[in-house]
């Protein structure tokens, strides 16, 4: 898959009208081959017919054309439903590997991209975070995922797609801003076969204060969410220990306030619950007082096991009690259902190792 001629799946549209310009050609056939590699998902420079032979001869010189591999699938047994979560394993062009999930649902198909490979916050509770970072994701592998994931629900149903797009997979998506832009832009491009409405992308971060600033301020329609995990900065520190210092929470629900005040939109707040760790009335009361100083709602997740990792998930009663606390605060909470634990495909279990579980080699 390596080559030595670089991967025009890599280049901006800003930057393929600067290379059409350099060779002497019109800027808009930067948007002819945009369309050609991102909708009609050509596989040579030969198949865009609408350029000419010499301008398809010397982009073929210059670049190749190389999508994620699809190396290994895996798919959920422990949800009864028709659609079960699936993982996949994808190589990119440098042999770096990254994880993306299909999260099914009775009304949507939703695709988990990464944006990263790794992560550089090293999240206590968090298994992607335990790789470190190792480099960001080009808009073009970004895309190649949703692809990919797509193509796995049009072969088993003609007809059906993908509803839903966030960024919760391995890294921090607003670490890598303007490829997720560059990514949601082509991924929401109305003429293109694949088209999503950008009110369906969700973009989860751990609260990297400038990035949800610059979103804020975008005019992008897409959905914010905010990885808390405990409203007490101490206790933050001690589960998200570089997040939770660089962004303190003061200056994070300011900014939260300011985003959903430019927007709109309700921010999602996501509360992983841990057993005896942040689980209490006490974590309750600080994160009601902290969500109240903006427009949110709050999504309750259980800890998924990871290896090596001592946390665990708290009961059903507990949870039950937690929740209640917040919905006579008068804050909107939902609880949200984990799927693909079997394959480590939930929430903080994405990382790149092979498995042996349900392996189907594609």
Not at 14 to 22: A, G, P, R, V
Not at 39 to 64: C, D, P, V, W, Y
Not at 271 to 279: E, H, V
Request: charged residues 20%; glycine residues 6%.
């Amino acid at each position: 898959m390596t080559t030595s001629l670089p991967n025009i799946m890599d280049l901006s549209l800003k930057e393929l009208q600067q290379t059409m310009i350099s060779k002497g050609e019109p800027g808009f056939r930067a948007s002819q081959i945009h369309q050609w590699l991102f909708s009609h998902h050509a596989q040579s420079f030969e198949n865009m017919t609408i350029l000419s032979l010499g301008l398809r001869q010397k982009l073929a010189e210059t670049f190749a054309i190389t999508r994620p591999e699809m190396i290994e699938h895996h798919e959920s047994i422990d949800e009864a439903c028709d659609y079960p979560a699936k993982k996949i394993l994808l190589k990119l062009s440098d042999n770096s590997l990254i994880e993306s999930v299909l999260i099914p649902s009775t009304d949507r198909m939703t695709a988990c991209i990464s944006s990263q490979v790794g992560c550089p916050f090293q999240c206590s509770f968090c298994a992607t975070g335990k790789m470190g970072l190792r480099r960001n994701l080009s808009a073009g592998e970004i895309t190649g995922q949703v692809y990919a994931l797509n193509n796995l629900i049009t072969a088993k149903e003609p007809g059906h797609t993908l509803t839903n797009l966030v960024f919760m997979g391995m890294g921090e998506p607003l670490l890598n801003t303007d490829n997720i832009i560059e990514a949601i832009e082509t991924l929401c491009t109305r003429n293109y076969r694949f088209s999503l409405s950008q009110k369906r992308v969700t973009i989860s971060t751990v609260g990297v204060i400038p990035e949800i600033q610059r979103i804020g301020k975008s005019g992008m329609k897409t959905k914010l969410a905010v990885s808390l995990h405990s409203a007490d900065q101490q206790k933050r520190e001690s589960l998200m220990p570089v997040a939770a210092r660089q962004y303190p929470l003061k200056e994070l629900a300011k900014t939260l306030a300011e985003y959903s005040a430019i927007t709109g939109v309700p921010v999602t707040i996501v509360y992983m619950l841990l057993k005896g760790i942040n689980d209490s009335l006490e974590d309750a009361k600080l994160l009601a007082r902290f969500s109240r100083s903006f427009l949110c709602k709050i999504n309750l997740i259980d800890y998924n096991s990871i290896i090596n990792m001592s946390f665990r998930p708290v009961s059903n009663a507990a949870r039950d009690l937690f929740r209640e606390y917040l919905v006579d605060a008068g804050l909107h909470v939902t609880i949200r259902k984990s799927y693909g634990t079997t394959i480590n495909a939930a929430c903080g279990q994405l990382a790149t190792t092979v498995m042996p579980l349900n392996r189907n080699n594609l």
